[in-house]
């Protein structure tokens, strides 16, 4: 049904003409118009535009487009798993896993342990659970 309802949105445009004037006031600010330049103001250019409506085999490869997208970002969004032989955790951003909490626990021990932490030291830090976690 919505592709009805766009197909007849789009074929009620008729190729019609549009024109935009350029024209530049006293103060030196241009200005695009669909009017042509009052007195007080330089005309700078004329521009045609015409609005063409898409062919019904544009709207098919724009649709196909469409769907390779949506399963596209689909695949991005689901979590992958691990190799065979490994653990069947999943590896996910979420940060799953044996490995990754054992990180995160050792940082955070880290942190209580170390009152005054340099920047690099929390870089490798970081680095240390990013790496476990799979980021």
Not at 68 to 85: E, I, V
Request: a positive charge; proline letters at 5%; glycine letters at 6%.
């Amino acid at each position: 049904m919505r592709i009805v309802i766009a197909l007849l949105a789009l074929l009620s445009f008729t190729a019609s003409a549009q024109h935009v004037y350029k024209c530049v006031g006293a103060d030196g600010v241009p200005s695009f118009q669909s009017d042509p330049c009052r007195a007080d103001q330089v005309p700078k250019g004329s521009y045609s535009a015409v609005i063409h409506a898409p062919t019904p085999a544009e709207l098919e490869r724009r649709k196909r487009q469409e769907a390779a997208n949506s399963a596209y970002l689909k695949s991005l969004a689901r979590p992958k798993r691990q190799a065979r032989g490994s653990s069947a955790v999943l590896a996910s951003p979420s940060g799953l896993g044996k490995r990754c909490s054992a990180a995160r626990a050792a940082r955070d021990r880290a942190y209580k342990v170390t009152s005054n932490m340099t920047l690099n030291e929390m870089d490798r830090w970081t680095n240390y659970v990013n790496n476990a976690c799979g980021y």
